[in-house]
């Protein structure tokens, strides 16, 4: 069965406090992987695909790793407004998406 | 740029009662979803379109049923709403990539949905 796993559940950061989170994931045939954030109340906002192992993706403060079996979201110096739950999804089919629960970033001034 | 749009963006039912969600996008995608986030859970599939004029059952489909208007729009329906379809229905579009991967989906701000 496909799966994905995020974790932390949840991260408190400080201001400039560098961090990772991460996402592993079993499904056979990997077709890409992509990293959305969710601001309260609004629907989630593409970031990044990932479609290799080895492949990086950078945005901002933001930069995704991916390897076979997990990929990571690297928070360089994060700043308040960085604060989000950051969602993990497998590409399982053509048309569907496999749904981490989420890890929810706090950032603190 | 509207993007995908989702009405309305509250609604509170009755057990029983039926109701329509709405979602259009302006993106001319070929592809449209309709996702449930639960608590604790990831976005569950509901159902899909892959082009207009078909639609098919994701992981979830149970209690729903939906219809592709035309390219632009993606209707929800509860026919006989239930407590535990409380949620927050979310609308996305994509079109259609490489042969093994999809572009990526955009998504709506989302209806949230209580049924008492």
């Known amino acids: 069965e496909d799966q994905v796993t995020q974790s932390p559940e949840a991260l408190r950061l400080q201001e400039g406090e560098s961090s990772s989170l991460n996402c592993s994931y079993t499904?056979?045939?990997?077709?890409?992987l992509f990293w959305y954030r969710q601001d309260p109340g609004k629907g989630p906002e593409f970031l990044f695909t990932?479609?290799?192992a080895g492949e990086e993706k950078e945005k901002e403060r933001l930069k995704a790793t991916l390897t076979k079996k997990e990929s990571f979201l690297h928070i360089t110096a994060p700043k308040p407004e960085d604060s989000a739950t950051y969602l993990c999804?497998?590409?399982?089919?053509?048309?569907?998406?496999?749904f981490g629960a989420g890890t929810t970033v706090t950032v603190r001034a | 740029n509207a993007g995908v749009t989702q009405t309305p963006k509250f609604q509170v039912l009755k057990t029983g009662q039926s109701m329509t969600l709405q979602c259009a996008q302006d993106?001319?995608?070929?592809?449209m979803y309709w996702y449930r986030q639960d608590p604790g859970m990831g976005l569950r599939l509901i159902y899909y379109?892959?082009?207009?004029?078909?639609?098919d059952k994701g992981e979830v489909p149970n209690g729903y049923n939906v219809s592709r208007l035309n390219k632009r729009e993606f209707s929800l329906r509860l026919e006989s709403a239930a407590p535990s379809q409380t949620s927050v229905y979310f609308c996305a579009s994509s079109s259609k990539g490489a042969a093994y991967s999809n572009q990526p989906q955009h998504f709506g701000d989302g209806t949230r949905l209580s049924i008492l």
């Open positions: 990932l479609y290799s």
């Open positions: 993106m001319n995608h070929n592809s």
């Open positions: 499904v056979s045939g990997l077709r890409g």
């Open positions: 379109s892959a082009s207009e004029g078909t639609t």
């Open positions: 999804a497998v590409q399982v089919s053509d048309y569907k998406l496999s």
